[in-house]
């Protein structure tokens, strides 16, 4: 019996370990996620003048930095990062969770399918503008506040 307690015990506090371990905190997560938008849009600034001048090459590998990048943001909206530290997030991200989810699996696809638009692309503008530009628009105008 007490080898089955403590066998427990111990499982437990590994686990809890772990989990401590693992964990980043509130503010960590909401000061990523800032920090990948603000990137992400730098990016987007650059992605945008490199392929008005026929720098393709480089505008692909910035395209897939994009893309992954989303990807990555779809885990930095936990329920415990609602608010503080200066987030513009709005509590309808969590209200439409699979909504959201979705616009941000769809901005990160545009982008794969946007590194073989351009190739040949008759209008770069308007092809930027719609595999890349007017996601940032639909997501920010229902999950972003106003800034
Ligand atoms: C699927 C939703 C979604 C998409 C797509 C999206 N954003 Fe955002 N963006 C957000 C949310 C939510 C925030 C607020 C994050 C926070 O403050 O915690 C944000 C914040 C930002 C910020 C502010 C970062 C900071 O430092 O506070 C910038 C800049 C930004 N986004 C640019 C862009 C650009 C440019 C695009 C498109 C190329 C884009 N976003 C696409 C949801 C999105």
Redesign the pocket.
């Known amino acids: 019996m007490t080898t089955i307690k403590n066998t427990l015990i111990f499982i437990f506090i590994l686990l809890y370990s772990f989990s401590v371990l693992s964990a980043q905190t509130v503010e960590e997560i ?1 000061k990523e ?3 990948i ?2 990137k ?2 730098k990016t ?1 600034k650059r992605v945008n003048s490199l392929a008005s001048n026929g720098n393709l090459d480089e505008t692909k590998k910035l395209i897939i930095e ?1 893309s992954d990048n ?1 990807k990555r943001l779809i885990d930095l ?1 936990p329920e415990n990062s609602k608010v503080g530290f ?5 509590p309808s ?1 969590w209200e439409h969770k699979d909504e ?1 989810n979705l ?2 699996t769809k ?1 990160s696809s545009n982008m794969i399918e946007l590194t073989s638009a351009i190739d040949g692309a008759e209008d770069m503008k308007v092809t930027l503008g719609k595999y ?2 007017s ?2 628009k ?3 105008s229902k ?2 506040a106003e ?1």
């Open positions: 909401i996620r800032k920090s938008f603000s992400n849009y987007a994009m989303y909206f200066g987030t513009e997030a709005l991200i959201f616009l941000m901005a890349m530009w996601n940032c639909s997501c920010h999950f972003r800034h």
